[in-house]
């Protein structure tokens, strides 16, 4: 099934009471999906569920206290860095805001590319811009413009540096990596589905680090979510199904060596094949410690796209240079507090 008719199939399909056995679907979707009446709520097979206690909250979906799906993995943003630019300028990989921020004036200085993200006016903007907002002590559940206009600030001192390129209005999280992959930028917001590029075209020593955003700070975990349609005529064996499957250690196993999806089960994002690589071990470190469930579960399901808009724009503006960040904090309030009552 194409990706972009997935939902609207699915949801077509209500009207005829049809519908498949497992779906296997956007994780933020899962609202979406769930009030659209093409998913069961499983959690009364969750709850009997033996090895339910290995997977953390955050990839857990629910609407309204009903479980509707989990996902079997996870995809995350970690910081990419460029070894021999940073042995060039003599700093290590920051592990903290601070470090980060006096290991760009360094880089910046040597005359090398600070960091490439993404900070298109939608929810890819919104996704990339979570973890520095949050880390900041900004979040859905008591929205803050102080907050904000911190995480702002610091973006925007990035942009006058020279450290981060205007030019990232325009970029989806393809074209930054591809920017860094290039050997003159030191850093990289992004995420664990460029392992690949990184081993076919950086030309240089590389790595990863968790995101450098403290205990408040909260990274997306991402990935595709699996459930059971609505009118299965077979439930019970759909649920065998992903027990045996994406829910399982062993099927977990098969998408990180197949796609590099690392594991959302903790005893399974712990095995060798995770820790031993320190890129996927930098990755599978911010699952427990600083994962979040994306979307927010703050967010009223019914206003989860237009929250994702309002703040990838914000985001935008902030790093195209059109608004301070005094002013996009107090835009972005005003348009989020009507979107967060429930």
């Known amino acids: ?4 008719q997935l939902n609207s199939k699915l949801i077509a399909a209500v009207g005829a009471k049809t519908g498949p056995d497992v779906v296997v679907f956007n994780g933020a979707d899962a609202s979406t999906l769930a009030l659209g009446g093409t998913l069961a709520p499983i959690e009364d097979k969750w709850d009997s569920f033996a090895d339910k206690g290995q997977f953390p909250d955050s990839v857990v979906h629910r609407l309204d206290d009903a479980i509707y799906g989990v996902q079997g993995y996870v995809n995350l943003l970690g910081l990419w860095y460029n070894q021999d630019i940073l042995d060039e300028v003599g700093v290590k990989p920051p592990t903290t805001m601070d470090e980060l921020n006096s290991d760009l004036a360094k880089v910046v200085a040597a005359g090398k590319g600070g960091i490439t993200l993404s900070g298109l006016p939608q929810s890819q903007g919104e996704w990339q ?9 900004f979040n859905y559940d008591k929205p803050d413009a102080a907050a904000l206009t911190d995480a ?6 990035w942009t006058g540096t020279g450290a981060l390129t205007r030019e990232a ?26 392992i690949g590029t ?6 240089f020593n590389y790595g990863v680090v968790p995101l450098p955003v403290g205990d408040s700070g909260k990274v997306y975990l991402g ?13 019970d064996l759909a649920w065998k199904y992903l027990q045996e499957t994406y829910y399982s250690a062993k099927g977990q196993a098969i ?3 197949d796609v590099g999806s690392i594991p959302s089960r903790l005893d399974a994002a712990a095995d060798k094949a995770v820790t031993d690589d320190p890129l996927l071990a930098a990755f599978a470190t911010s699952i427990a410690k600083n994962g979040a469930n994306y979307p927010s579960a ?5 206003n989860v796209a237009d929250q994702q808009l309002v703040v990838g724009q914000a985001w935008s503006s902030v790093i195209g240079g059109s608004a301070t960040p005094a002013d996009a904090a107090e835009k972005l309030m005003g348009q989020l507090t009507p979107l967060l009552k429930k």
């Not at 099934?1 to 972009?4: I, K, N, Q, S, V």
């Not at 702002?152 to 001192?157: A, D, Y």
């Not at 990935?223 to 439930?235: Q, R």
């Open 1 to 4: 099934m194409p990706y972009d």
């Open 129 to 137: 811009a979570y973890p520095w907002l949050s880390s900041f002590g």
């Open 152 to 157: 702002f600030t610091m973006v925007q001192n």
């Open 169 to 194: 209005v325009t970029w989806d999280q393809t074209v930054p990596f591809q920017t860094f992959a290039a050997g003159n930028t030191a850093f990289a917001a992004n995420g664990n589905w460029q």
């Open 198 to 203: 990184a081993k076919s075209s950086a030309k």
């Open 223 to 235: 990935g595709e979510a699996e459930g059971i349609g609505a009118f299965s005529a077979h439930p």
């Open 255 to 257: 998408a990180l060596a």
């Open 298 to 302: 703050a967010v009223p399901p019914a």
